[in-house]
């Protein structure tokens, strides 16, 4: 007996739903020690604790947008990730569908190899927590994404198998997972259908934006409701978050938002794009589209070329000098957005304008990443275009933010949704082989409340597994 106690390998545990939404909740010994390692050590398994849209403080990390950057008088707000421990906050669903993956005994570390197919994000979360539970971790991701998440990969001690094409270029990976899926002691932790990734979003990032009006509510921006989540959609499950928001505040719109040049639910497109982190040329299963209102469509280009208004030093004095921005707005700015943040913004701008809303509105967005992704991007558009000048972010902020165009734009209306609904089939049945009675029950909001409420659930599993803690 003793020595197959011995033999059985040590489970890693984390947080609870619960604890990452409120983690003034975890025992003050390990968050104390979790702290702690955020700043000695990011590689310590103890950040598992730090997975929060909350600092040390129990503060929310957000931003509220200057206006005289968006150009509309509505209050434009983002919860920002660059303090998460990888610096996303896709670090959380990957955990998530790891610890729920573990509860169900489907993987165990020294035995499985786990495997996170992804454009970015959401892998260099699965290399970092799949490394710190002391899992065996493969990434698999399209060649042309950008040299830095390739990096971090490497860092955090995960290997990566790179698949043709760019980011909308999922088939590819689906392609090589299952080829993976082959090899013995292989499990694919799959962020497109797994539900622990909409369970965090509609928990934590969801009670997060309700619980966020009462803070802007005390600051005098908006009164207490929020007027519109806006997302942009990759694997769909930050857009989750928008089921909560509805329930606490009706009325609230949820925007979804996807590529100009890869229009799938707009138009049922395809096609290459270079908005790193969203539009996958597919509907994901984890994607509530029967609760989705509008869907809007943004440039790839004007997110880059935004982004380096936003970031380079010559666009920082452009907002500070010209545009009158507050120099610690600016600089905050330039350090917590990426290209998918641009995006979200753009979309929010759209919203604003498109449902014309006032300054007691507030809409909501996130800002996944930051600029430290993506440099080497930045160099190929000074490459391409030359070193950006003052002119230049005048122009570019005139015609991208204060001008944004209410084109591609969709409302959810019932035919809309139908046919975003229907366009799930040919990817998660005829490919993925899910039943179309599974497709089907999604149609009624109370198979996506069925999700929600094993929250609870797995909560009370994972403290029994922790020993009660």
């Known amino acids: ?60 990390r957000y931003f509220i947008l200057p206006k ?12 920002y990730a660059v303090d998460f421990p990888t610096g996303s906050h896709k670090v959380g669903p990957t955990y998530s569908v790891t610890m729920e993956a573990q509860l169900d005994g489907a993987i165990r570390p020294g035995v499985h190899t786990v495997v996170f197919p992804s454009t970015g994000n959401y ?20 060649e042309l994404m950008s040299r830095e998440r390739f990096e971090l990969i490497e860092s955090y001690g995960a290997r990566y198998v790179k698949t043709p094409g760019c980011e909308s270029s999922v088939k590819e990976i689906y392609d090589k997972c299952k080829e993976l ?6 499990v694919i932790l799959n962020q497109f259908d797994a539900m622990a990734n909409y369970r965090f979003h509609y928990y934590c990032t ?79 299963w984890i994607h509530n589209v029967k609760n989705m209102d ?34 610690r707005d600016a600089r905050k700015l330039s350090g917590i957005i990426g290209i998918s943040g641009v995006c979200n913004l753009l979309g929010a701008i759209k919203t604003a304008k498109f449902y014309e809303m006032g300054p007691d509105d507030v809409v909501v967005t996130v800002f996944t990443d930051a600029i430290d992704r993506y440099h080497s991007v930045m160099a190929q558009l000074t490459e391409q275009f030359g070193r950006l000048n003052v002119s230049e972010a005048r122009k570019r902020h005139y015609g991208i933010f204060m001008k944004a165009k209410l084109d591609y734009i969709q409302e959810g209306t019932v035919l809309n949704r139908e046919r975003w609904l229907n366009l799930k089939y040919y990817t998660w049945v005829e490919q993925h082989g899910k039943p179309v009675e599974a497709l089907n029950a999604q149609r009624s909001q109370s198979w996506w409340q069925d999700q929600q409420a094993l929250v609870h659930e797995v909560d009370d599993r994972l403290r029994k597994a922790r020993g009660g803690r």
Not at 19 to 32: C, N, T, V
Not at 181 to 186: A, V
Not at 214 to 238: I, N, P
Not at 296 to 324: A, H, N
Request: hydrophobic letters at 40%; proline letters at 5%.
């Open 1 to 60: 007996m003793a020595s197959q106690a011995a033999s059985e390998p040590t489970l890693v545990w984390g947080p609870t739903y619960e604890e990452m939404l409120h983690p003034s909740l975890i025992d003050p010994r390990i968050r104390a020690k979790a702290l702690e390692a955020l700043e000695r050590d990011p590689l310590d398994k103890l950040n598992l604790y730090n997975i929060s849209w909350r600092d040390a403080r129990d503060q929310i």
């Open 68 to 79: 005289e950057v968006t150009g509309v008088d509505a209050n434009i707000v983002a919860l």
């Open 123 to 142: 892998g260099i979360g699965g290399a970092w927590a799949g490394r710190r539970m002391g899992y065996d971790t493969l990434v698999v991701l399209p």
């Open 181 to 186: 899926s082959r090899e013995p002691n292989t």
């Open 206 to 284: 969801g009670n997060t934006v309700v619980e966020l009006m009462e803070d802007l509510k005390g600051r005098g921006v908006g009164k207490g409701y929020c007027s519109a989540f806006v997302s942009s959609m990759g694997s769909a499950g930050t857009i989750g978050a928008g089921d909560r928001v509805k329930q606490v505040f009706h009325g609230a719109k949820v925007v979804g938002l996807e590529p100009i040049q890869c229009p799938t639910l707009y138009s049922n497109g395809y096609g290459d794009h270079d908005i790193q982190g969203i539009g996958d040329k597919h509907v994901t």
């Open 294 to 327: 509008t869907l809007m469509c943004i440039d790839d280009m004007e997110c880059k070329l935004g982004l380096q208004v936003l970031t380079d030093p010559v666009g920082v004095d452009f907002l500070v000098e010209e545009l009158r921005v507050d120099p």
